[in-house]
DNA sequence: CTTAGCACTCAGAGAGAATGAGTGCTAACA
DNA sequence: TGTTAGCACTCATTCTCTCTGAGTGCTAAG
């Protein structure tokens, strides 16, 4: 593969990148020494090989999302930011944040809001995730509410509505059984099955405990998954999507959950071609994981057109999930000091 | 104003709402006993008289919200529901439910469904109910959930980070305030100045107590206001309405609110062009009210297009306020017997 | 191998012309 | 006096046609 090649592909892409208008040879002559004719020659091969496409005979070319792989994975070169840019970066963070969740929450907005592009946010955790307790408060006739806390500060709970209403005695007999068959437990421990045999352990207590042992079955399934889409708004208004798929990803963005899941690993950029079950034609997911301690606590993405400024924002993506992972870390760190 | 030209009006909104297009006299000499012409001649009048308006000279007539009000008001013969549909709905709706809010949300979601419009809930409750039981549960090294339970049900958790942990001795004297000086207020009560007495009446534990006392204050904030809208997504392919301002429709959702307040006292259909601040050009509200053993509770809307099926989508909504009014009365009075 | 030049293609914009749904008005009728 | 048939008129919509220009591929000369 020609350099010259290489660098029309680069100049073609980022171009279109800009323009949104397929990019014309006389375009390129901007970017690279050489006459339109041989910009031409080299466009035609670039088509051939597949890296270009042009939407009818007359036009200029587009990128193939096999050129937006090169262009990503080879070719691009990423703006580095600017000290203001940090700045006004770090100025669309808290400074400070009560749970992580939030913390994650808040990168989320500012990205989705800097990019105008949707954003993703998963946590790895709950997989992890250990109970750290468990509680059943008496809230009114036959009504308990079950408080569950994770190790990692998750809280959830959840409204009961029980039969009949239990004795102070069965509320302590539960209080203890948790305390010593549940605490500490991952959640991913707590199956069908597992729950099953717990129930059984209870003994005389089986019949009337066990409704709140599956309430606690359902919130650790509920807890399990955790995946967030922020601004998908800002994808209605994109003129490279076909409205209709927008709408129907937005009622059910449960597909992105096994996608997600798969790129824990390092930055990562697919195309929508690239990815199966994914509705959105002609969009590209950006992910960047980030951690707490050294262990991969969750992934930050971006969902957007293909035709995105990467160069600009995959350094946002970045900057974000570093400064989640400090202030992660950094948090966990004065806790083990104290 | 004269039979038939009620009957004219009656006709060209109930064809607008089938058809979507301006409506001619031809169209309405299947419904009104009288010649092309005399239908042009009342018609022109009625225009004159503001219930009906012509987009442009060739077209037939569309009604304006003057005429919709007329029609909604006096004109309209509501379907009533077959004890099929009748059966539709109840099948739409739980048989059992934890939350009253899970009973509304459901219905809201049912009927956004059945609409294909967005609906809102919005629940009057907040305002007058009273704080049943707060608990703050140690969860970490300086992290405390504060869990407020009020009468009607409704349960709030909130994180709260504190710059020291609680001794087990402070715990208590916050528990034993708590149950003292806040079990049984209405959270209407709870403002910045009774909060402030409060801290003070605190004594000693004021300094290391009070962040908790301010944080139950911003949770009765967030509870007091309860109003959600789904199914905004129904509106965006609603071709009656401008997408951008669907758009900012759904960004902010708040401005609802102040208008919902004001709709607790029955049927209640509005107009766009009758609300100001509403930003959906075209569309229309309508509300009604559910209740709980003879007391307002909160109340069910509907927001889609001037251009509604009044006849059959009154009667659903009405239907489905009754039948939550009549579960959560009942549940209220076996909740007593017991 | 590069480039100037030229013929060719084709989407998109713009201008008429044709269509037809619907109107207002007038004059005759009951 | 109210109703209706008839007719001329309006105007959004649709279509057809042409024109334009950006961009191409190919060829032949440098």
């Known amino acids: 593969m020609d350099d010259r090649k290489l660098k029309i592909l680069s100049a073609v892409v980022d171009e279109y990148i800009v323009t949104g208008e397929p990019v014309g040879s006389k375009a390129i002559m901007a970017h690279v020494k050489a006459s339109s004719a041989t910009i031409r020659n080299e466009m035609a091969e670039l088509e051939k090989q597949g890296f270009l496409e042009q939407p009818h005979t007359s036009a200029g070319r587009v990128p193939t999302y096999k050129g937006y792989r090169l262009y990503v994975d080879k070719l691009m070169e990423q703006d580095p930011l600017s000290e203001e840019e940090k700045k006004k970066l770090d100025s669309m963070l808290p400074d400070d944040f009560v749970t992580e969740k939030d913390l994650v929450e808040s990168a989320s907005l500012a990205l989705a809001d800097l990019t105008k592009c949707a954003t993703v946010v998963a946590n790895s955790t709950p997989k992890f995730s250990l109970i750290s307790k468990v509680e059943v408060i008496p809230t009114g006739k036959r009504m308990y509410v079950i408080l569950m806390i994770t190790s990692n500060g998750e809280i959830k709970n959840k409204v009961c509505r029980l039969e009949f209403d239990l004795t102070h005695e069965q509320l302590e007999f539960f209080d203890n059984f948790v305390k010593q ?158």
């Open 181 to 338: 068959n549940l605490s500490g437990i991952p959640l991913s421990e707590l199956t069908d099955t597992s729950i099953e045999k717990l129930t059984e352990a209870m003994g005389a207590y089986m019949m009337t405990l066990s409704p709140l042992v599956s309430e606690l079955l359902k919130m650790t399934k509920e807890l399990d998954r955790d995946v967030v889409v922020n601004g998908q708004k800002n994808l209605l208004t994109c003129k490279d999507f076909d409205q209709t798929e927008i709408i129907s990803f937005m009622e059910n963005e449960k597909e992105l959950m096994d996608f997600i899941d798969s790129t824990f690993s390092g930055l990562n950029v697919k195309f929508s071609p690239e990815t199966d079950g994914f509705v959105i034609h002609n969009s590209s997911i950006i992910t960047a994981p980030f951690s707490k301690g050294g262990k991969t606590a969750g992934a930050l993405g971006l969902i957007g057109p293909m035709r995105i400024d990467y160069a600009k924002f995959i350094p946002y993506l970045e900057y974000f999930t570093s400064r989640i992972t400090d202030m992660m870390t950094e948090r966990d760190e004065t806790d083990d000091d104290k």
